[in-house]
């Protein structure tokens, strides 16, 4: 896009730097690429939940035609990787934990001869005891599934033995006595379902050996910088042997944060000194990477008569799968916002994470927000209902406001909450939905929900270069995944330089040369990564001004950044020096390349210590919140029992939009992602094994689902530290979307459900419960 005058970028809907490329096709993604004399990596998965492998025969595989290496778990050193427990090997190694899980990998001259190779491996395995469910898993005399879990290391002060990955606790108040001074208290169980991430790109990579023996590894990832991690600890190698790059990636909701097949290839590419790639198929995509926690969720609420909270107390348990993965994470993280965007002074959250033979659940938009918060904000509606309040009105009077701090103490520097309230209470109509008719055998109802998110997290960095011609370029290491960020973030550059935008450019991430960036997940980009590329063109313009105060012999205080390139004396018209000829005195003659760079860490402690208690939290520094409330409008059938969403509202407090045709994207995105966990997406396991890992089986939202009046509504209340105000918004439009729906199918029938999906037929057993009990 060209910008002449360098008009202010912040704040407008600048199309997608990457648009073009995508529309015609050019784009490169993993299975895209290709290295002269490749090959091609297939897997072998375990049949078995649980079993110990007693030995191979790949005699078979590697006599195939096109065979050039098959390898199994003996040919993995014991090394271990992990992004809170180190617990996972590369590959199958003694021991299966889910079915599908690798044991075999093969690479040869085709694709199809590899797939052909791989079940040709045969293994022996002795069966274990399978733990399907964390009841069992916890029962006394379970099977253990990480017998070493002792020894593992982990990176946080985990609380776990036998098949408990973690237990994390975190309390504010005196709960006993809250519930003591309360006039009425609701308790229920709730259920959410694993769900899948189902991006457009299954999960690849590609590895090529140069002659020195370093290790050059394309792949669809989150974090060129995790993979790096994850490859060197799981097959012991040093980082300097290994440089990851990212190419495209379509897609990842926190599918392809942690490792999935690189590992894999990069010790195939080793074995056979030849380029590697393998790309997962959409079943194997389901069966052997990750997926949503399920989440089984106890809330127990106490208010006054007035409607004010008192206290709360939330027990979850997860089921993490056979590891460990993001989970400690997630359920941490779950717990801290477990509370909502509410005052409540007497809160205790606790959590129990267990292993299971299922695959591994992992990090998935959200990040276990969405179903802690299908649990907390249907059962605001269930004490809004008995108090006889409006359920705006119970959780307007008591929103979190600009004083008040978030569970564990954190101040809230910005808090847009009780406008995101009023915005979508006034644009859904909330006050005339009584007014709303269905038609005969059909009825409809209006939900209401509200939810946080953080976007301050962990360590990043940023580099801005001018090149000689005065333009310059950007590398921050963070991946874009189609969300937008490298958009965004050139906006920041462009705008605080006052350069067109097209004098901006983005480098790839590449861990050669990108400064480090954790990881594009938990909404951080736009915040913790805007600020250092925001700090960092702010070092250049502090060095270009002190080239041209020189240059004009004045001070650097009377001077200003003009739009378009160029530094000007203050008050002064035609007083002005272009970019290109500072850049130019730089490199040739005095000071050297003008380059800005920041790092920086997010270092706000998750808890004060003075007014809450935490035991096993995995993040002791996360922060920024972002606020959001959601409405929605369904009609349900009284037949079938389906449930149609007909219009939605969703709202979000971003602190300040870079770009609002973005921002709006996301919010609709995430709304209609949170549509099919709350009515009908659902990983279906048949025993251990997976019964829908396929398109045909699984069913996501499409066009005839999401509805046509879907609503993007933005609220900005500027972080005071963020860039030019900005917040993130990844992830705070899917959190209360299930929440909304189930109120509204409440609403509609008089029905509450506490478990998803809210499928026809559950809907229809609870229409049949309902009519029962008023009969």
């Known amino acids: 896009m060209t910008t002449p005058d360098a008009a202010p970028v912040v704040g407008q809907s600048v199309p997608r730097l990457e648009v073009r490329e ?110 399907l469910t964390p009841a069992a898993a916890l029962a006394p005399g379970a099977a253990v599934i990480h017998e070493e879990l002792a020894s593992y290391f982990k990176v946080f002060d985990a609380v776990c033995g036998g098949n408990v990955c973690s237990r994390t606790e975190l309390a504010e108040g005196d709960v006993e006595r809250g519930f003591r001074e309360s006039d009425l208290f609701v308790e229920g169980r709730y259920r959410t379902q694993p769900q899948a991430h189902v991006s457009l790109e299954p999960c690849g990579a590609l590895a090529e050996v140069d002659a020195a023996g370093r290790v050059t590894l394309w792949s669809a990832n989150q974090s060129v910088f995790r993979v790096q991690a994850n490859v060197c600890e799981s097959l012991g190698l040093p980082m300097s042997r290994l440089r990851c790059l990212t190419p495209r990636v379509g897609a990842g909701f926190g599918n392809k944060m942690e490792a999935h097949v690189q590992p894999i290839v990069v010790k195939l590419a080793l074995a056979t000194g030849r380029p590697v790639r393998l790309v997962l198929t959409r079943e194997e995509d389901f069966e052997i990477v990750r997926a949503r926690h399920p989440f089984e969720v106890r809330v127990r609420t106490g208010v006054k008569r007035d409607g004010t909270f008192v206290a709360r107390e939330v027990e979850v348990l997860l089921d993490g799968g056979a590891y460990a993965d993001d989970s400690p994470g997630v359920l941490g993280y779950s717990l801290l916002m477990a509370r909502g965007p509410y005052r409540i002074p007497h809160t205790r959250c606790r959590g129990t994470l267990v ?81 709303a008719r269905a038609a005969p055998g059909r009825r409809r109802g ?33 991946v874009d995944i189609g969300q937008g960020s490298d958009t965004v973030l050139t906006q920041i550059v462009a705008e605080a330089l006052k350069l067109p935008l097209d004098q901006v450019s983005v480098a790839s991430p590449d861990t050669d040369g990108s400064p480090y960036n954790w990881g594009t997940t938990a909404s951080r980009v736009t915040y913790t990564t805007g600020r250092a590329v925001l700090a960092a063109a702010r070092e250049v313009e502090r060095q270009v001004k002190a080239h041209a105060a020189e240059m004009l012999e004045c001070a650097e205080a009377d001077l200003e950044l003009l739009p378009g390139g160029a530094v000007g004396l203050k008050g002064v018209p035609g007083k002005t020096l272009p970019f290109v000829a500072i850049s130019a005195r730089a490199h040739w003659r ?78 609709e995105g995430a709304f209609a992602q949170g549509l099919g966990f709350a009515l009908f997406e659902a990983l279906v396991f048949d025993g251990p094994r997976l019964a829908n890992p ?48 189930a109120n509204a199918v409440a609403a509609a029938t008089g029905a509450r459900l506490r478990e998803l999906p809210l499928t026809g037929e559950r809907v229809l057993g609870a229409l049949a419960a309902a009519a029962a009990n008023t009969g």
Not at 366 to 378: C, L
Not at 617 to 640: C, H, M, R, W
Not at 711 to 738: L, T
Request: some cysteine; hydrophobic content about 45%; proline content about 5%.
């Open 694 to 741: 396929t398109l045909m089986d699984y069913k996501v939202p499409t066009s005839l689902e999401v509805p046509y009046e879907l609503h993007a509504h933005i609220v900005e209340h500027p972080e005071p530290d963020g860039p030019f105000g900005a917040k993130g918004v990844g992830e705070i439009g899917i959190n209360a979307v299930a929440a909304a729906i």
């Open 22 to 131: 995508k529309l015609t096709g050019r784009a490169q993604y993993v299975a895209d690429l290709y290295r002269p004399r490749m090959l091609h990596g297939a897997i072998l998965g375990s049949p078995h939940a649980h079993a110990r492998i007693k030995s191979y025969d790949v005699s078979a595989a590697r006599a195939a035609p096109g065979v050039h290496c098959v390898l199994t778990g003996e040919d993995f050193g014991d090394h271990r990787m992990g992004a809170f427990i180190k617990d996972e090997h590369a590959i199958a190694k003694g021991k299966v934990r889910y079915v599908g899980e690798p044991v075999a990998v093969v690479a040869a001259e085709t694709e199809a001869q590899a797939r052909a190779a791989a079940r040709l491996v045969e293994v022996e395995y002795e069966e274990l005891p399978a733990i």
């Open 446 to 478: 209006l939900g209401f929900a509200c939810t946080a998110h953080i976007g301050g997290l962990l360590g990043t960095g940023a580099i801005v270069r001018m090149l000689e011609d005065g333009t310059v370029v950007l590398n921050t290491g963070a």
């Open 590 to 667: 005095k000071g050297g390349p003008i380059v800005g760079t920041n790092t920086w860490v997010f270092d706000r402690p998750t808890v004060d210590p003075k007014r809450a208690v935490a035991t096993g939290l995995p993040f002791p520094q996360i922060g920024v919140y972002s606020f959001g409330a959601v409405a929605a409008e369904v009609e349900v059938d009284e037949v079938t029992g389906q449930v149609a969403v007909l219009r939605a509202w969703t709202v979000a407090d971003v602190g300040r939009a870079i770009n609002r045709a973005s921002v709006e994207g996301q919010l």
């Open 355 to 435: 292993y299971t033979n299922k695959l591994r659940f992992g990090a998935f938009r959200g990040f276990g927000n969405p179903q802690v918060t299908f649990a907390t904000e249907t059962q605001i509606d269930e004490i809004a209902a008995q108090l006889g309040i409006d359920p705006v009105e119970i959780r307007r009077r008591n929103a979190l406001g600009a004083d008040d701090r978030w569970f564990g103490g954190q101040a809230l520097a910005s808090n847009g909450l009780p406008e995101c309230i009023d915005v979508a209470e006034r644009e859904s109509g909330w006050n005339a939905r009584a007014a």
